[in-house]
């Protein structure tokens, strides 16, 4: 055999690292945060979406109200200790069912967060977010993705032409009074007290009612390159890097899932690995009740060593 092929590649064994070294690995202490991926479908097709959503990219179907009760109910039959819902797509607001699912996990007493471009899609459900808005209050709140403050960097991510209707969008969430969240981006290498002063001069300028300062009002997701050189995750590197597993996102959540060509949805460990097949923990939640084996890039450059984490409450 040749010193090639003795010599394994990084994130190749779920078990052990190409050294040799023992992967880490999170437990699930509890099922706090459920997301629901509503389908891959997306106005826009940015330049480095997490999940390669774009017009056309339906390899995760919309999910449908049906699909969304069966969890919904097994979390109650299960007394699962989940609090928060998270909706995510592609555009959450081009799934046909979209309202009805909101509806039904504010019904249930669920918070709910949901992700959004605040684009057209959003904005054709107007009404429906008003008496929503209005029935639950602080229980909904909206995650708008604005890459930067600029918007010419925005629109480098986001294309042409984006700006103008997420800003009419965002000034929309803003002035009706709902409970927003941004999503920002640390692609363009300025560091985080930069950022943060540029967004609080931008809500200021424009009346947007966000404290850029809290963390979890304006998120900066690091960037994910499965290509860029990432270190793997031994068990070893909790103590060196002073990271608790169970701060991981994995130890808390799941997201739910419809590949096409699938008679039924499958629960997957994290919201970012929505295509990766070692990350399938099975059908139900009773299932994916199970430790998570940290190997893929996105595990180490967002989770562990980017501190990323996707909830309103993470």
Same mark, same amino acid.
């Given at each position: 055999?040749? /010193?090639a092929?003795?010599?394994?590649?990084?994130?190749?064994?779920?078990y052990?690292?190409?050294? $040799?070294?023992?992967?880490?690995?999170?437990?699930?202490?509890?099922?706090?945060?459920?997301?629901?991926?509503t389908?891959?479908?997306c106005?826009?097709?940015?330049?480095?979406?997490? /999940?390669?959503?774009?017009?056309?990219?339906?390899?995760?179907?919309?999910?449908?109200?049906?699909?969304?009760?069966?969890?919904?109910?097994?979390?109650?039959?299960?007394?699962?200790?989940?609090?928060?819902? $998270?909706?995510?797509? $592609?555009?959450?607001f !081009?799934?046909?069912?979209?309202?009805? /699912?909101?509806?039904?996990?504010?019904?249930?007493?669920?918070?709910?967060?949901?992700?959004?471009?605040?684009?057209?899609?959003?904005?054709?459900?107007?009404?429906?977010?008003?008496?929503?808005?209005?029935?639950?209050?602080?229980?909904?709140?909206?995650?708008?993705?604005?890459?930067?403050?600029?918007?010419?960097?925005?629109?480098e991510?986001?294309?042409?032409?984006?700006?103008?209707?997420? !800003?009419?969008?965002?000034?929309?969430?803003?002035?009706?009074?709902?409970?927003?969240?941004?999503?920002?981006?640390?692609?363009?290498?300025?560091? @985080?007290?930069?950022?943060?002063?540029?967004?609080?001069?931008f809500?200021? @300028?424009?009346?947007?009612?966000?404290?850029?300062?809290?963390?979890?009002?304006?998120?900066?997701?690091?960037?994910?390159?499965?290509?860029?050189?990432?270190?793997?995750?031994?068990?070893?590197?909790?103590?060196?890097?002073?990271?608790?597993?169970?701060?991981?996102?994995?130890?808390?959540?799941?997201?739910?899932?419809?590949?096409?060509?699938? @008679?039924?949805p499958?629960?997957?460990?994290?919201?970012?690995?929505?295509?990766?097949?070692?990350?399938?923990? $099975?059908q139900?939640?009773?299932?994916?009740?199970?430790?998570?084996?940290?190997?893929?890039?996105?595990?180490?450059?967002?989770?562990?060593?980017?501190?990323?984490?996707?909830?309103?409450?993470?």
């Amino acid at each position: 055999m040749s /010193i090639a092929r003795l010599h394994k590649e990084k994130f190749s064994d779920p078990y052990e690292t190409a050294k $040799g070294e023992t992967r880490a690995w999170v437990n699930q202490r509890a099922l706090k945060i459920l997301w629901f991926n509503t389908g891959t479908l997306c106005n826009l097709a940015c330049a480095n979406c997490y /999940i390669e959503s774009t017009p056309t990219n339906d390899a995760l179907v919309y999910l449908t109200h049906a699909e969304v009760v069966v969890y919904l109910d097994e979390i109650e039959k299960e007394s699962y200790p989940t609090h928060e819902i $998270g909706i995510t797509g $592609g555009e959450p607001f !081009m799934n046909p069912d979209i309202i009805p /699912i909101m509806r039904e996990c504010l019904d249930r007493g669920f918070q709910l967060l949901v992700l959004t471009n605040a684009m057209r899609p959003m904005m054709k459900c107007e009404k429906d977010l008003l008496t929503l808005k209005n029935e639950f209050g602080a229980a909904l709140t909206i995650r708008v993705s604005v890459d930067h403050f600029k918007p010419e960097l925005h629109e480098e991510e986001r294309g042409p032409r984006s700006w103008k209707p997420m !800003m009419l969008g965002l000034k929309w969430l803003s002035d009706n009074g709902f409970k927003i969240d941004i999503a920002g981006r640390t692609r363009w290498s300025e560091d @985080q007290a930069e950022l943060r002063l540029g967004f609080d001069a931008f809500f200021k @300028q424009n009346d947007i009612n966000i404290d850029a300062h809290d963390k979890k009002h304006l998120t900066l997701f690091p960037e994910m390159d499965e290509n860029a050189p990432v270190p793997e995750i031994t068990t070893g590197c909790w103590d060196t890097l002073n990271v608790d597993p169970d701060d991981m996102m994995c130890a808390s959540s799941r997201m739910v899932v419809k590949r096409k060509g699938d @008679q039924k949805p499958s629960v997957m460990a994290c919201t970012l690995l929505a295509y990766d097949q070692q990350f399938n923990m $099975g059908q139900t939640l009773k299932e994916a009740s199970k430790s998570v084996q940290l190997n893929h890039p996105h595990c180490a450059k967002f989770c562990v060593l980017g501190g990323g984490a996707c909830s309103v409450t993470e």
